[in-house]
């Protein structure tokens, strides 16, 4: 027996912690197909489907959820396409202040985020700013940025000079080096950062909490039903996001897996 | 070199290069012509490099100009120059196969089908059944072999390649010099070689130019730099060469020269001008012209020969040769090669000895240099 657990111990405490690490998701699911007494979704009753036959039954959540995507997709997009092109300024240019920069990057994640999100609303309020999907956008791009810079850096910094020289010497103009061979090479570390961005983005609750005025996002929308009662949708939603997610990588995996094949076959 | 108007020689005229206060390149004169094979060699840091990168176009020069056949190609962008580059390191795109490699250059340029081009070049450097591999997945000399592909498939005028061997292992090294010559022969085109191996320099290459310091020491066929050399430089640089202080005595058709009490001869034609009597010289001779002879039989050596008598300080068994030390009057550390084909067991470290050669494997130089330049230091033998 003894003998048994020591060869086991590695694979014993792997799943011991992918246990620890699934099991609230776990939760969410099983919960999507609770039919509860009452309005809190807390304790099993009985099993029923109703809720992901009906997602947006519930008033106004199907609108917070397009509302997220919505935030979540800009965001996404806005910091990707600045933090990117912070990245290479960063990693490629020598100029005066930029030891600065590559401090200042770092401030919005060192910076706890509930004085950031009250900072912000000073800053909103005393420009006259109209509060609502604008200023959260704003706020977003701008802690989603961070985050985007150091995986585009990683990538960037770690991209051997002499190719760019090799497409430039190969005829390519710098357009057609850029599209070409910085932006493929680059790719892993943008899509990297864009993933994070999305993820921040849709997921935030403080900073977004202060500054959206009346529009109300998801994450805002089942705090504010946790004070009524919690609709079962919340936990269709959140399941599918997940499934969505794990589709994504499953499907990623299965690509490079196949890509290899072919390569070896070959 | 030639003066007629042709395609592919590369004239460099009075082409250097600063940075801020540091002068990579001297201003230089350079004409490569056209479908020979090239070499600049050099330790790092002497601005070969630079050179090249200035052909290319990846640097700008400071002052000079690049010309390439007629055309004056200064102030081209290098995606515009009719000439590709062999990178150290050989830069091989790596989220493209080796096909896509090849075609890079065809394809910007617009050329619709390069299927069959790409294979004759894969065929070339005998890489046909790889084309669908990612460069991660070829070995140094694979990758090697298509970065050489991957330039050529271009018919640039001028290939350049930078230390294209530096990456890979003294066997692979030997085959891929010959490799590269069989390539160059194939197609004609001129290559323009960067490298610091003095020896790969030698055997491949049809004209070597020997930089130092931002500067060309001396340019030539790899025979004539090596049995001329004009320079203490090229001398230790190229090789190994015995540099022996002398004072000059004589100035004939040989000139005569006396070094720690001995008599050494020279032709006068492979002495820097000017030479006279009473002035200093340095006397060089390459170890493998020297033969060791025991002190005992010193009356046996013709006479004639130069000699000078010493006493072995310490051997070295290579297998084809033996390399001795030799410490006598007009030097320490004297190098002596000799072909194991009857070996004196004699010859052990402490043994007088004389060594004796042709005055006519004889050469001079300027004794006003630094003896020691261009020999290899301890940390700097790469």
């Not at chain 2, 081209?76 to 580059?85: A, F």
């Not at chain 2, 694979?142 to 970065?147: E, G, I, S």
């Amino acid at each position: 027996m003894p003998n048994w657990i020591r060869r086991n111990l590695v694979v014993l405490a792997g799943l011991l912690t992918l246990v620890y690490l699934t099991l609230p998701n776990v939760v969410v699911l099983v919960f999507s197909f609770n039919r509860p007494d009452g309005r809190f979704n807390y304790t099993w009753r009985r099993f029923s489907a109703d809720a992901w036959k009906d997602p947006c039954g519930v008033p106004d959540l199907c609108g917070a959820l397009a509302l997220s995507l919505q935030l979540a997709a800009w965001a996404t997009l806005g910091a990707t396409v600045l933090g990117t092109m912070i990245a290479f300024a960063l990693v490629r240019y020598r100029f005066r202040a930029r030891g600065a920069v590559n401090a200042l990057i770092f401030l919005p994640m060192s910076m706890p985020e509930v004085v950031m999100a009250a900072s912000l609303l000073t800053l909103f309020l005393n420009m006259g700013a109209e509060l609502g999907f604008w200023t959260v956008l704003i706020a977003h791009v701008m802690f989603c940025l961070s985050f985007v810079v150091v995986a585009v850096k990683a990538r960037v910094t770690a991209m051997d000079p002499r190719l760019e020289e090799a497409a430039r010497d190969l005829y390519a103009g710098p357009v057609q080096t850029f599209l070409r061979v910085t932006l493929p090479i680059a790719a892993p570390g943008i899509a990297a950062g864009a993933l994070l961005a999305f993820a921040l983005s849709f997921d935030d609750f403080v900073i977004t909490n202060f500054n959206a005025g009346s529009a109300v996002t998801f994450p805002m929308f089942v705090w504010g039903s946790a004070q009524r009662g919690t609709p079962v949708q919340i936990n269709v939603v959140g399941t599918a996001m997940f499934a969505v997610a794990v589709l994504a990588v499953v499907a990623g995996q299965l690509l490079t897996a196949r890509r290899k094949r072919a390569e070896e076959h070959h | 070199m030639t003066d007629t108007p042709t395609g592919g020689d590369v004239r460099l005229t009075g082409i250097s290069k600063t940075y801020g206060s540091f002068t990579a390149v001297h201003p230089l004169d350079l004409t490569v012509p056209e479908g020979s094979f090239f070499a600049l060699l050099g330790a790092s840091g002497c601005g070969k490099t630079t050179t090249l990168r200035m052909i290319a176009g990846l640097e700008e020069p400071t002052t000079g100009t690049v010309l390439l056949g007629d055309r004056d190609v200064t102030d081209l962008p290098p995606h515009k120059r009719p000439v590709n580059t062999v990178f150290q390191s050989y830069a091989l795109f790596p989220h493209l196969d080796v096909h896509e490699n090849i075609a890079f250059g065809l394809r910007r340029r617009g050329v619709r089908s390069v299927r069959r081009q790409v294979d004759e070049m894969l065929e070339l450097v005998q890489l046909g059944d790889k084309a669908r591999h990612r460069p991660h997945q070829l070995s140094g000399g694979q990758q090697q072999r298509v970065a050489v592909a991957r330039a050529l498939i271009n018919h640039p005028r001028v290939l350049l390649l930078d230390e294209p061997l530096g990456a890979l292992d003294l066997k692979l090294r030997r085959r891929m010099q010959l490799e590269l010559k069989r390539i160059q022969t194939e197609v004609g085109i001129t290559f323009v070689h960067v490298t610091h191996d003095q020896e790969e320099a030698m055997t491949m290459a049809d004209t070597v130019a020997v930089m130092n310091a931002g500067r060309v020491e001396q340019m030539g066929a790899p025979a004539e730099l090596y049995d001329n050399p004009r320079t203490t430089f090229v001398a230790n640089f190229l090789g190994t060469s015995n540099l022996i202080e002398a004072e000059v005595v004589e100035v004939g058709a040989d000139v005569v020269a006396t070094a720690g009490g001995g008599t050494l001869r020279l032709p006068a034609d492979r002495c820097p001008a000017p030479v006279r009597a009473g002035g200093r010289l340095l006397v060089g001779i390459r170890p493998e012209k020297i033969t060791l002879a025991h002190a005992d039989d010193a009356d046996a050596i013709p006479s004639g020969r130069n000699r000078t008598a010493g006493r072995i300080a310490d051997t070295s068994f290579i297998g084809v040769s033996t390399q001795y030390a030799v410490d006598g009057p007009a030097g320490t550390g004297l190098q002596v090669y000799e072909q194991n084909i009857e070996r004196d067991p004699r010859l052990v470290p402490g043994a007088e000895v004389v060594l004796h050669w042709n005055p006519a494997h004889t050469f001079g130089l300027d004794a006003a240099q630094d003896v020691e330049a261009g020999a290899p230091t301890v940390e700097g033998a790469a």
